[in-house]
């Protein structure tokens, strides 16, 4: 895997060795936001689900905040498919 695009995480090395950890990252920055604890673990628990939300949040640029919508769309696709 080639993280030289994380180059400008941080000053600090990064320790992402795996592909969830570094899409984490990605998604987080696309979104704006500093938490990437937050999408990583996501990532790793939901793959399939934060992706179809990304997917649907990356359609709203004029979006206020993007990491709530994201994460709304997590909740209800996590209940559409409990009920199927």
């Known amino acids: 895997m080639d993280f030289s695009h994380l180059a400008t995480l941080s000053n600090k090395k990064t320790k992402l060795t795996t592909s969830w950890q570094v899409r984490g990252v990605e998604i987080a920055q696309a979104l704006g936001s500093k938490q990437y604890s937050l999408y990583i673990g996501l990532v790793k628990r939901y793959p399939l689900i934060v992706e179809q939300a990304f997917q649907w949040v990356s359609d709203y640029p004029n979006a206020r905040?993007?990491?709530r919508?994201?994460?709304?769309?997590?909740?209800?696709?996590?209940?559409?498919?409990?009920?199927s």
Not at 69 to 83: A, D, G, H, S, V
């Open 65 to 67: 905040n993007k990491g």
């Open 69 to 83: 919508l994201l994460l709304w769309k997590i909740k209800n696709l996590r209940l559409q498919n409990q009920k």
